[in-house]
């Protein structure tokens, strides 16, 4: 139901840092939650973390004082920073985002993140 759009991935080695962002088209009184999924070859995709409207966040356990989620509110973006990163964050992530007028859940392309020993 909202276009949204990516960036930020790319090759890091072990230990370093990367800063995703999703930029949605709607503005954000209309969106209930956003956040990012990842998925690697032959592994289920797996919530990494979520904020909603009121700046609830949830991170999967892997990622808990690692990755942070935040907002922006005057732009309807999330980003993701994503700090220690091991070659097990190395996967597609995946932007989705839950509009207020709509059960269809909105999804990005994806940015690859890949993180060498």
């Known amino acids: 139901q909202v276009q949204l759009v990516e960036s930020g991935g790319g090759l890091v080695q072990a230990g370093g840092s990367l800063r995703l962002s999703c930029a949605a088209s709607e503005i954000l009184d209309n969106i209930r939650g956003m956040g990012w999924y990842r998925q690697a070859p032959g592994k289920q995709r797996e919530l990494v973390a979520g904020i909603t409207s009121d700046g609830s966040t949830v991170y999967t356990d892997s990622v808990k004082g690692r990755f942070t989620i935040s907002r922006d509110n005057k732009k309807s973006t999330v980003s993701l920073q994503m700090n220690s990163l091991n070659p097990e964050d190395t996967g597609v992530y995946l932007c989705?985002?839950?509009?207020?007028?709509?059960?269809?859940?909105?999804w990005g392309q994806g940015t690859r993140v890949t993180v060498s020993s």
């Open positions: 989705y985002a839950d509009v207020t007028y709509s059960r269809s859940r909105s």
